[in-house]
């Protein structure tokens, strides 16, 4: 039996010096649903690595996944959650597509199409938050060119 409130009293909520970040994302659902779940460690300054130390799938709820990831960290490891926003989902993902020789074919389907759309969200991020576009750049390149602008 899992003892749910001890794992959550594990949780932190905010960063503190040491402590693991946790990934728990419902990875697809259908009749069994399945989380991938991740965790990374700092290193001696403090960093977190891009590849986390373990990337896994658990089923069947949130629970049994959140079981599953302190079942990889330390016994007395406290760890904050993280979102797709702060880590990368698709390639967690892509990690347990690789290594995890128990994947059912309509396993591999579902965390392909996980990967998928991680990415196309990740690209969606991308074009509405950066862009090439310098105000300053713009005036200096108008005088060069002396207004024709075909980089659009």
Do not use: K
């Not at 003892?3 to 009749?31: N, S």
């Not at 760890?79 to 390639?91: K, W």
């Amino acid at each position: 039996m899992i003892d749910i409130a001890t794992l959550r009293a594990r949780l932190l909520p905010q960063h503190r010096p040491g402590c693991w970040l946790g990934l728990v994302i419902r990875a697809f659902g259908g009749e069994l649903p399945h989380w991938l779940v991740a965790g990374w460690e700092a290193d001696a300054v403090g960093l977190y690595g891009r590849l986390p130390e373990f990337a896994v799938m658990a089923s069947p709820d949130a629970d049994r996944a959140l079981a599953q990831l302190f079942a990889q960290v330390p016994p007395d490891a406290r760890v904050l959650l993280v979102s797709p926003e702060q880590v990368d989902a698709a390639l967690v993902a892509q990690m347990v597509l690789e290594v995890d020789r128990n994947l059912q074919p309509w396993h591999r389907d579902a965390l392909q199409a996980f990967v998928d759309a991680q990415r196309a969200a990740d690209l969606a991020r991308i074009r509405g938050r950066y862009t090439d576009r310098d105000e300053g750049f713009e005036r200096f390149a108008q005088r060069l060119t002396g207004g024709h602008d075909d980089r659009s």
